[in-house]
């Protein structure tokens, strides 16, 4: 008697994915760049919402959440505590345009698998994935590599300026040239970001030097030397 049966082959089933983003045209654009490895990732839901997400997570029991940092009206981290409780076996991966040491630490700190950069390709993507069901954490290559330098330079008792407020060194560098006094506009052309992301390590830097504005913000860093 022959037959086929589940794992005689070696190959594992797809990988069940839901993808929770707050515009569509993204949750598009995740199916569309997934759909020619369907054999081995499937989109089994997609949610805009963190409440369609906790339901799509309990009714779906998906292998791994696709999510962004931050949605309308509530914080990716948030969510991914509430998959995670509803769902403990569930691989929470981020999948987001902020390239922020600090998003990382945070999404790690909330038990994420995974943080990736939203340029990946569809292959590399799947790649991170089916990595990640297998017990692996993962970070984008180039937020990773930047990272680890500034693990070595902390290890090494090199320390950025600010570095003992608590800032990250992207927040330092943001800091000196809202010191130097560019827009944020300025600012994002020379770092080569968004002008949100900017204004995203703007609001870290103000919270983490208890300070609401930019004229305060320069103010303290003139007032403890930071930059000369």
Same mark, same amino acid.
């Given at each position: ?10 190959? @594992? ?25 369907? @054999? ?18 309990? $009714?779906?029991?998906?292998?791994? =959440?696709?999510? /962004?940092? +931050? ?38 700190? =909330? ?9 990946? +390709?569809?292959? #590399?993507?799947? /790649? ?11 970070? /984008?290559? @180039? ?6 330098? @500034? ?18 060194? $992207?927040?330092? #560098?943001?800091?000196?040239?809202? =010191?130097?006094?560019?827009?944020? $506009? ?8 968004? #002008? ?5 390590h703007s609001r870290g830097i103000y919270r983490k030097l208890g300070v609401s504005d930019r004229a305060a913000a320069v103010t303290v860093a003139l007032r403890e030397g930071l930059f000369h």
């Open positions: 008697m022959t037959g086929t049966f589940p794992g005689m082959n070696g190959e @594992s089933p797809p990988l069940r994915l839901v993808i929770v983003d707050d515009h569509q045209m993204v949750l598009d654009g995740i199916k569309a760049m997934l759909r020619p490895y369907a @054999s081995q990732v499937t989109v089994a839901g997609e949610a805009s919402g963190a409440g369609d997400a906790i339901s799509l997570v309990t $009714r779906l029991k998906p292998d791994a =959440v696709l999510l /962004d940092v +931050r949605l309308r009206g509530t914080s990716g981290l948030d969510l991914c505590g509430d998959i995670l409780a509803v769902r403990p076996s569930c691989k929470v991966v981020f999948l987001t345009v902020y390239d922020d040491e600090q998003y990382l630490y945070q999404a790690l700190r =909330v038990g994420a698998a995974g943080f990736l950069l939203k340029r990946i +390709r569809g292959g #590399e993507l799947v /790649d991170y994935l089916l990595r990640i069901r297998d017990g692996e954490v993962l970070i /984008d290559p @180039s937020l990773a590599g930047r990272v680890a330098l @500034s693990a070595a330079r902390l290890h090494s008792g090199e320390f950025w300026p600010g570095a003992h407020l608590g800032l990250t060194q $992207r927040e330092s #560098e943001v800091l000196s040239l809202l =010191v130097a006094g560019l827009s944020n $506009r300025a600012i994002a052309a020379k770092l080569v970001v968004s #002008e949100e992301t900017v204004k995203t």
